[in-house]
């Protein structure tokens, strides 16, 4: 192949690329997306936020920057808002940060972190490294990861969400874990969020979370709605039932995504990626029009628990 | 509800980390081949027992280069947990400065042949079995990849005699551990060799020594085993 074959048909590719690549954009754009109110204050926000767990711990690598870069991006092109990340994720922070530096479409960003650590002192140190990281100088919301020094941190995160350095506060559990505990502090009414793992196989937060979440007007940040991948394994090839149309769902992430997010009181779910398509089929789960209804949920949960 | 696994500790995913492997091992070739070279020519140009001081000194030399640079910079750059791998690796620094300058008593033939067994090993044999698995050409990696490192180190200890040697092989078998349990949660197809090679070199020592012990006498092997001496 000569130089200017090869030169435009890498300038023609790259259109085409670009052309696929922004078409889900388009198509969302002229689509309503599903937006849900946070109860504190009635702002409403995307319904699919973004997790970072692993999948944002890269280290130092630029060509994975890059990739990872390109991901927020897509992500902020197709409506996303709430952007999750914890001092616990390794390098995480740091990689949301600069690819926060390098964009230019980040403005709809809901920046929410976490302090991890039992110590008062080291907590404030964490929320400070946050800030620096993300280079924000407020966060929209900080949560106790996991509850860890719950209490302490609890009072610290208040203190600072008077000083205006943040506006919501929250904890968080994952995998089931804790949630006796996060009923007694969701009683106790001194949070905003709560986040804890919610998916069409791990659903026993319907039982007693999510209704009392709804009770108390707390927000729920919904985690492992993938159950990190597992659910894909677990239906194999199985294909996705004839009315799947019917409930806005054209793939198994846009099935388990919209399972979650119609519960009416789930805020946002975070499904984190690496890659860009994964991102894109994500993020079209957050078109409002055929959003699943009650009863259509119970059918796609009868319709998982058959094929797995 | 699902419970925490084992692999819901793993803080990165599996290519990132071999990326990360693989990115270091390129970057460092030219430390791996000098230290390989160096300790592959004092083995074999050298009397037994100098060998095995000199040895000592360039494995001091490996683990401050592989605690500092791969675990504490590099590593740890996507888990925090290998900053403490870091300091294992560094703890060996004296520990190994220690043995290169005091004397050694050698241990029994068999035990010395492990020294040249797993310097060829490393040397020799790995480079294929690596060929075989992952279908590409990979240097043995000796102070810039911890599993071949660890296993020198190991077979370096073996073939000494050193009243408590278990206390030195503490840090080189918890390595071995922590990067064989790295390695199956990131699905790497060789995380079983550093637990194979280690139970086979001792597995050769304990059998050359039980040999040994049977022509002396039956009755002293078991404590010659925990002793170390003769």
């Known amino acids: ?9 890498f300038v023609l590719g790259s259109l085409a690329a670009a052309a696929v690549s922004s078409f889900p954009a388009l198509s969302l754009s002229s689509n309503p997306l599903l937006r849900k109110p946070i109860p504190a204050s009635s702002e409403t926000i995307s319904a699919i936020g973004m997790g970072s767990w692993i999948t944002f711990n890269i280290g130092r690598d630029e060509y994975l920057q890059e990739k990872r870069t390109q991901v927020l991006s897509t992500f902020f092109d197709m409506g996303g808002e709430l952007v999750d990340s914890s001092p616990m994720y390794g390098s995480s922070e740091q990689v949301i940060g600069n690819a926060l530096r390098r964009l230019t479409n980040d403005d709809s960003l809901f920046s929410a972190s976490k302090v991890w650590t039992s110590s008062p002192n080291q907590a404030r140190n964490q929320f400070q490294t946050s800030r620096q990281l993300w280079d924000q100088r407020q966060f929209d919301l900080i949560q106790v990861h996991n509850l860890v ?30 949630h006796s505990q996060i009923v007694k502090i969701m009683k106790r009414n001194e949070v905003e969020f709560v986040q804890f793992t919610y998916n ?13 979440a709804g009770d ?4 729920v940040i919904a985690n492992r709605p993938f159950r990190g991948g597992h659910l894909f394994k677990r239906i194999r090839q199985a294909p996705l039932p004839d009315w799947a149309v019917e409930v806005g769902c054209s793939n198994w992430a846009q099935f388990f995504l919209r399972f979650v997010i119609s519960h009416p009181n789930v805020t946002c779910a975070i499904p984190a990626t690496s890659r860009v398509d994964h991102m ?12 699943p ?16 | 509800m699902s419970n925490y696994e084992l692999e819901n500790f793993l803080l990165f995913s599996a290519d990132v980390y071999k990326r990360l ?40 030399a490996s683990w401050a280069w592989l605690g500092w640079r791969f675990y504490i910079i590099e590593f740890a750059s996507i888990n925090w947990f290998a900053t ?24 029994y033939k068999i035990e010395q042949s492990l020294l040249y067994i797993t310097l060829s090993y490393l040397i020799l044999v790995r480079p294929i079995i690596l060929y075989l698995v992952y279908g590409s050409f990979t240097f043995p990696g000796l102070a810039v990849s911890p599993i071949p490192t660890v296993l020198f180190a190991i077979g370096i200890l073996f073939s000494i005699r050193q009243q408590y040697r278990w206390l030195f092989l503490l840090i080189p078998i918890s390595l071995m551990i922590l990067e064989s349990i790295t390695l199956y949660l990131v699905q790497d197809e060789m995380w079983t060799e550093g637990i194979v090679i280690t139970a086979l070199m001792m597995m050769l020592a304990t059998y050359g020594r039980y040999n040994i012990c049977r022509l002396k006498d039956k009755t002293s092997f078991l404590p010659l085993v925990l002793t170390q001496r003769k």
């Open chain 1, 216 to 219: 108390l007007g707390i927000a």
């Open chain 1, 149 to 178: 020094g719950c209490e302490n941190q609890l009072a610290l995160l208040k203190e600072l969400k008077q000083d205006n350095l943040i506006r919501y506060i929250g904890v968080t559990t994952s995998h089931g874990r804790r």
């Open chain 2, 21 to 60: 492997v693989f990115t270091f091992n390129n970057d460092n070739i030219a430390i791996s081949i000098a230290a390989t070279g160096l300790l592959a020519f004092v083995t074999l140009s050298t009397r037994p027992a100098t060998a095995i001081k000199l040895c000592f000194a360039i494995l001091a």
């Open chain 1, 293 to 308: 209804t009650a009863s259509q949920r119970k059918l796609m949960l009868q319709y998982f628990r058959k094929v797995i």
């Open chain 2, 84 to 107: 403490y791998m870091g300091v294992l690796c560094l703890l060996q620094i004296p520990m190994f400065i220690a043995l290169s300058i005091k004397n050694i008593e050698l241990g």
């Open chain 1, 200 to 212: 069409i196989m791990d659903n026993q937060a319907q039982a007693q979370l999510l209704p009392l």
């Open chain 1, 1 to 9: 192949m000569s130089f200017s074959n090869a030169k435009r048909q």
């Open chain 1, 280 to 291: 894109q089929q994500n993020m079209q789960a957050l078109q409002l029009q055929n959003m």
